[in-house]
């Protein structure tokens, strides 16, 4: 089973930033699969936000194109997401998975506040 723990989040006034973090267990080969990074807004689905495939492409949603940006260090199994420029459309809880075919065990998440 995997097992992925998310931190990094935080409260930050709009135009602020936060860097998050998520680091992989279990049995897989992490420099594998394409990661991504899942947020979920009070009262909306989850919604895919970047993805990162093993070698290091990259891709964004429109809603934050050109102010996240996604990386990952396959040594220690861990992904990041670096968030600038914060709206308040971005409060939300962070998740990161497999980008293809998601597991069913989601880790708990970080809150992620761009709002005063």
């Known amino acids: 089973q995997v097992q992925f723990v998310e931190s990094g989040g935080g409260l930050v006034q709009p135009g602020g930033s936060l860097r998050l973090s998520c680091v992989v267990s279990g049995s897989i080969r992490f420099s594998l699969p394409t990661m991504g990074w899942y947020r979920q807004a009070p009262g909306k689905q989850r919604e895919l936000v970047t993805t990162?495939?093993?070698?290091?492409?990259?891709m964004y949603g429109d809603s934050v194109k050109g102010r996240f940006t996604t990386s990952r260090d396959n040594a220690k199994n861990t992904v990041y997401l670096e968030m600038n420029g914060l709206k308040p459309e971005d409060t939300a809880v962070y998740y990161c998975?497999?980008?293809?075919?998601?597991?069913?065990?989601w880790g708990q998440g970080t809150q992620g506040t761009g709002s005063s």
């Open positions: 990162i495939t093993s070698s290091g492409d990259t």
């Open positions: 998975n497999f980008a293809i075919a998601p597991s069913n065990s």
